[in-house]
């Protein structure tokens, strides 16, 4: 691509050449259908725009220091997205059908991965949706998925500079038994007037209490939490939150390092313990955070300005592997032919 500047991407959506599309319908999913078109049709009464049954997924694919195309641990996405739709009675997409679709979708858009060098990738979105008409409140007997691609830079503009987030309690992302777990769009919808007031009032993003007792971290909008402290990487265990694959990955990558990993409950008054903390996902890579204030106590908890020591391990380590600067001994990677 002559003319993308690609070391200033932002995280945003920008027209490719195709997307791929499979349908699902008389209980089987049909043949890979390559699109240009950036527009669906579907049915007025479509269960996705009535009922939520609406899934997604994020990842992204690397163009390594050697040239290979790198995409970063799709089977755990592509099994995150078969939880998603069972989650909420859609049809389930085979990983190997995951798996086709995705290399067509990166091979097809090609020019569209952005150098290596760049600090910036392509970013796959697949979404599977329910297509079939019904007004009763019953799950679609149709369903599409489709794998778009675009590529992105930092989710957080400042790239890998501390954000300030804002912790809020007068609304709930996700309830300790609904969706949370699950990466469906209704979460996103439940998060919209919170994150963007919090953007509104100088925050990079907000942080979940959990919502039942208000009293421990759940994860921020569009990212999993972990702080570090006394050698140990600490993330919030709560049946609310994403499991984030990028948060597995960096358990692995802190245990590789020597550093005790805890997965529990993190109550809200922990957080003026911990040396380091920081956001992490797909999108959000590690985001580093420098202050984290309660909305409704005016509480700020105060950390360095800039990314702190394990911070930055864990950053360097993770994008090495992505990149193909760093052995992926752990095998997260699948080089696209
Ligand atoms: N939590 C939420 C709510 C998210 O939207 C995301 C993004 O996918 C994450 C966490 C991070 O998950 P992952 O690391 O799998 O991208
Ligand atoms: C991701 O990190 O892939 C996400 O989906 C986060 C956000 C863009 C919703």
Known sequence: MENLDWGKLGFGYIKTDYNVRCYFRDGKWGEIEACSSEEISIHMAATCLHYGQDAFEGLKVFRGKNGDIRVFRWEE???RLISSAQGILMAE???ELFLEMLERVVNLNERF???YGMGASLYVRPLLIGTGAQVGVNPAKEYLLILFVTPVGPYFKEGFKNVRMQIVRDVDRAAPLGTGRYKVGG???ASLSSVVRGHDEGFGSVLYLDAKEKKYIDEAGPANFFGI?????VTPDST???PSITNMSLRQLAQDMGLK????HVPEEELSTFEEVGACGTAAV???ISEIVDRETGHSFKYAAEPGPICTKLYKQLQGIQYGEVEDTHGWVHIIK
């Open 77 to 79: 996405n592509a099994k």
């Open 93 to 95: 997409p085979p990983l």
């Open 113 to 115: 991965i952005p150098p």
């Open 187 to 189: 979460n996103y919808a």
């Open 229 to 233: 402290k006394n050698n140990t990487y």
């Open 240 to 242: 609310s939150i994403l």
């Open 261 to 264: 990993v805890e997965q529990r």
């Open 286 to 288: 590690i985001t580093p």
